[in-house]
């Protein structure tokens, strides 16, 4: 008998001594992983639209799969008239040219036409309503001439809308 409770109490304080340092082990952090690079992802979308078929280049873009859709980043492309004619953030914007809106009201299409005109295309802006469930979230696109459409990339602002 005295052997099983000394065999007992040897498992006992080895579990012990292992739940210990289990819990006082520092955490390990998860690997880091760095974020996605809007202008990496904005040289790839303008490659994809003039290598080819320009249709397939937007269903491609809406359809939020990699490289064109990563984590918070997604592409947004315009047409000369105004049309949405890509969008992987909102794809039920796709077709239309007028309630693609900020929290403004400023319809979006004729915003982004011109920040591609201008310079380096960056354009800073706030969203909300029904898609975002009433929550504003603060964006930043790059955007890019490719002929006569107009494409960038999309990304939560780092600096909050400020």
């Not at 492309?77 to 969008?87: Q, S």
């Not at 007028?98 to 800073?124: E, W």
């Amino acid at each position: 008998m005295k052997t099983s409770v000394n065999r007992c109490a040897a498992i006992l304080m080895g579990l012990s001594a292992l739940w210990s340092t289990a819990s006082c082990s520092p955490t390990r952090k998860p690997p880091s992983v760095a974020p996605p690079d809007p202008k990496a992802m904005l040289s790839k979308v303008v490659a994809h639209v003039k290598a080819g078929d320009r249709a397939q280049a937007f269903a491609d873009f809406t359809a939020r799969r990699s490289p064109f859709f990563d984590r918070g980043l997604y592409v947004v492309c315009v047409d000369v008239r105004g049309v949405v004619v890509a969008h992987g953030g909102f794809p039920t914007y796709v077709g239309s040219d007028s309630f693609f809106q900020d929290v403004n009201g400023r319809v979006m299409a004729p915003v982004v036409r011109d920040a591609a005109a201008k310079g380096d295309g960056t354009l800073r802006y706030n969203i909300g309503g029904d898609e975002t469930d009433g929550v504003v979230q603060h964006k930043v696109g790059s955007f890019a001439r490719i002929g006569d459409d107009v494409c960038g990339v999309v990304a939560p602002d780092p600096n909050g809308g400020k």
